[in-house]
């Protein structure tokens, strides 16, 4: 079973830092985007940062000059981080991951998978 798990989440006050992770677990062959999306309390989930499999990345206004995603390919990890944290960047992290190419007792595919989230809060 493939399944993405995130790990940085935290608290840091304004001006800080932090640097999120997602790893894909399974036997992967391949993932053609991966990114991260958030959802703060009362709102809409919505996108941060995506980056594709050759490295092309796309972020939110928000968060552009602030925030860097890169990937691992070889590891099926991503990154995210995250410079000059600000209150309103505090929201449940999500990883995202799509065109997953993978084995479970044969070859498959998903179009789309999530990560469980993981807290960011940023205090001023």
């Known amino acids: 079973q493939v399944q993405l798990v995130e790990s940085g989440g935290g608290s840091v006050q304004a001006g800080g830092s932090l640097r999120l992770s997602c790893a894909a677990s399974?036997?992967?062959?391949?993932?053609?985007?991966m990114g991260w999306y958030r959802q703060a309390p009362g709102k809409q989930r919505e996108l941060v940062a995506t980056?594709?499999?050759?490295?092309?990345?796309n972020y939110a206004d928000s968060v552009k000059g602030r925030f860097t995603i890169s990937r691992d390919n070889a590891k099926n990890t991503a990154f995210l981080q995250m410079n000059s944290l600000k209150p309103e960047d505090t929201a449940v992290y999500f990883c995202?991951?799509?065109?997953?190419?993978?084995?479970?007792?044969?070859?498959?595919?998903?179009?789309?998978?999530w990560g469980q989230g993981t807290q960011v809060t940023v205090s001023s």
């Open positions: 995202n991951a799509q065109g997953l190419v993978y084995f479970n007792g044969s070859r498959r595919y998903t179009h789309a998978l």
């Open positions: 980056i594709s499999s050759s490295g092309s990345t």
């Open positions: 399974g036997i992967i062959f391949s993932i053609d985007a």
